[in-house]
């Protein structure tokens, strides 16, 4: 493919198609068991291989499961919270102190979604199906988990969220919706296990991917973004 003269319409057309992707990147819970074909993951992956980090050191090292690998990875997770074993993390995540505005708008996500779902407020075994469906990788056929080196820390872990940023627009430009987990980062032996992970590498997340499944009620939520001022300051 050649590349765009740089002329205004080419250069509007451009900035139109990255608008469009990122309005259309959304978490998605449930996916349809189609396999995304192996030249096209290794296309987005490519993709997000460029995103940008502090003296190019691509501190981010990424674990795809697909197949038997992501059903045997399923399955181990699930074995792990089922039996109730306690979260070891690889890197201590400090307080979030979700306060005033945070939290408001936290709760809010939490009604859309749960309200989508059919879970009430005190609905304590539904809330509990709801989190174990992490685990489940909401069906994805695919997941990915992302770490980097412990001796990294959060100048680093800036870099990898550009990345991770970069990679989930790579896949809706494809037309593969994901959805990015924190929770994934709960029982990193896991990954160790099956990807014969290094001990210098820490798990920070996960991201389920695939196909999206429109008949999956929770993939009905939509939550707005607050206006740019409450987010933006520009200096004149």
């Known amino acids: 493919m050649h590349a765009l003269e740089d002329t205004p319409v080419d250069r509007a057309r451009l900035v139109e ?45 990424s674990y795809v499961a697909s197949g038997k690998t992501r059903d045997r990875t399923c399955q181990l997770l699930l074995e792990r919270v089922d039996a ?42 539904g809330r509990w199906r709801a989190a174990r469906r992490n685990f489940e990788l909401f069906d994805a056929p695919h997941v990915v988990f992302v770490g980097m080196s412990k001796g990294f820390g959060v100048q680093v872990a800036l870099d990898v969220g550009i990345y991770l940023q970069t990679l989930m627009l790579s896949m809706t430009a494809h037309g593969i919706a994901c959805c990015p987990q924190g929770a994934l980062r709960n029982h990193p032996s896991v990954v160790r296990e099956v990807f014969d992970v290094p001990d210098d590498i820490g798990i920070l997340c996960g991201i389920s991917f695939g196909y999206e499944d429109p008949n999956v009620p929770a993939n009905r939520t939509r939550v707005p973004r607050s206006p740019l001022d409450a987010n933006v300051t520009f200096g004149e």
């Open 17 to 61: 198609g990255l608008e469009q992707v990122v309005r259309e990147r959304r978490s998605v819970r449930g996916f349809l068991p189609t396999q995304v074909p192996p030249e096209t993951l290794r296309l987005i992956f490519a993709t997000a291989q460029l995103a940008p980090s502090n003296c190019n050191v691509q501190p981010w090292r």
């Open 84 to 125: 109730q074993v306690p979260a070891a993390y690889d890197f201590t995540a400090g307080k979030n102190a979700f306060d005033g505005d945070y939290r408001r708008l936290q709760v809010e996500c939490a009604v859309a979604l749960y309200s989508e779902m059919g879970v009430g407020r005190d609905d304590r075994s």
